[in-house]
DNA sequence: GCCAACGTTGGC
DNA sequence: GCCAACGTTGGC
């Protein structure tokens, strides 16, 4: 089993948006990078766990966690015409982008924020920290999703959850 | 709102 | 195939 970490912008898509969504699944659309593809299409499995990390949002960071519901399949949206993701390169008989289900897991009582995370030395090799990171599907190791939970949950506890 | 970092595009 | 220009991401 791999894990996941997702960005979403909450004013957008936001991980209370994917536990109300029917049977807390959602499917991750629009997603418009090759390398983001690549890992949606070839590396991604029914199972697999996700975090769910809140970008361009004050503040940022992991808000709960989700799985892969269902593993890739083409992303339609690129072939509608009035989507905000529509691209010509892609056909039917041909996909060019690929998406996952997500299935809500856990929200934590807090975020666990971005800034909280660069001081866990657990964390201190993941992607996300990384400088210029923009890709909005990552690798995490199993030892850093297990240290992002365990902090998270902390939080929730000592905020007198 | 700024702007660094990065991916993509397109002229050559 | 190079690389400058451009558009986007996303933290601050």
Redesign the pocket.
Known sequence: MKHWLF?T?PSEFSIDDLRRSPQGTAPWDGI????A?NLIRDEMAEGDRVLI????????GVAGTARIARAAYPDHTAWDPKSDYYDS?SKPEAPTWFMVDVRFEERFAGLL???AM?EIPALREMI?L???????VQPVTAAEFEAVVRHARALGKAAGG
């Not at 990390?53 to 940022?60: A, E, G, I, V």
Request: positive net charge.
């Open positions: 960005k912008e418009r990078n090759y390398q593809r990390y809140h970008s361009s949002s004050d503040p940022t390169r924020t971005l800034v660069r996300v990384r400088k210029g990171m923009r890709l909005s």
